[in-house]
């Protein structure tokens, strides 16, 4: 099965708490191959306040977080019973599973936040091969060449009318192949 994005609903304000205990349960019921990142969509907005304008970091959907997991039922079972946690969007209720997120809607969340949909550090390595999934090299494959993870950026050798070419894409542009 594979790891997607779900919607999980909780308390307002106990985000970050149900984040830490999720991944506190994750590691201690052995779910690591399962249950993988857990994030609170959060954006840095200016306030101004008195005439002295802040930076302050703003939840971006109150009640929610992210999770990315393979939906089985004892990864569900204990996301669903992690407290704090109220349920999944987009099940229907009694025990049916919730629908993930579709790719793109995950990339304009991450995205925002500086993050990509691939966990740069644990899926992605020189020689990889990907594929192009969005912009004017959709639909072809290619194998890393170098990553600029700050940047959001991958260097790719394609195959064009064969020869084999360098081309940079974004992060959010590419899936495992």
Known sequence: MDKQWYVVNTYSGHENKVKEKLEMRAESMDMQDYIFR???????????????????IQKMFPGYILVEMVMSDEAWYVVRNTPGVTGFIGSSGKGAKPTPL????????????????????KELEIGVNVKIIDGPF???FGKIESIDAPNQKIMLLVDLFGNETSVEVDLNQIELA
């Open 102 to 121: 579709q790719p793109y809607e995950v990339d304009n969340i991450l995205t925002s936040m500086g993050i990509s949909r691939l966990d740069v550090d």
């Open 38 to 56: 857990i994030v609170v969509p959060e954006q840095t907005v200016e306030v101004n306040q008195n005439g002295v304008t802040k930076q302050k």
């Open 138 to 140: 959709a639909g072809m």
